[in-house]
């Protein structure tokens, strides 16, 4: 059993405030993506036998949404927006500064498995373009500079929970 306990009893109360169970499809995935991490086909299974859904409708709607990684990713999953406007203000440059700092290329992690970097089509900050989302913390107007501070402070942070 991949689930805790606590999260199948999320899972089920907020399924009780639905009509239909497929309501619950969205609040059980990011359950069990706070749980896990990532969201895989043992964990579609694992859904889909709490919700009583085929197995394919869970897969089919974890698969068309972006925000739940399908494989582990580092404890700070950086997502880099590269739509026009962040491209416009700098964003490719960003991407590149941030591989050469965390010394991975897009899509991998780091070996101490803190960070996760990829790339999404749009997070919805143009006006604050370039931007990120780290998790679910979004960071606007990058520079270099608030880059390097917004790794240090997670990288502190990680040490204080002992990652």
Known sequence: MI??????????????????????????????????????????????????????????????????PKHEVGKYLIQVCHNISCS??????????????????????TDDNLFTLISVECLGGCSAAPMMQINQDYYEDLSREKIDTIFADLRAKAEEEGK
């Open 3 to 68: 689930l805790k306990e606590s999260t199948i009893k999320e899972i089920k109360t907020r399924m009780e405030r639905y009509p239909s169970r497929r309501s619950a499809i969205l609040p059980a995935l990011t359950a069990a993506y706070r749980q896990v991490g990532h969201l895989d086909n043992a964990v579609y299974k694992e859904i889909s036998r709490v919700i009583e859904i085929p197995y394919v409708e869970i897969a089919e709607a974890a698969t068309f949404y972006t925000m739940f």
């Open 88 to 109: 416009l203000r700098g964003a490719d440059n960003m991407l590149i500064y941030m591989q050469e700092k965390l010394g991975i290329k897009m899509g991998e992690t």
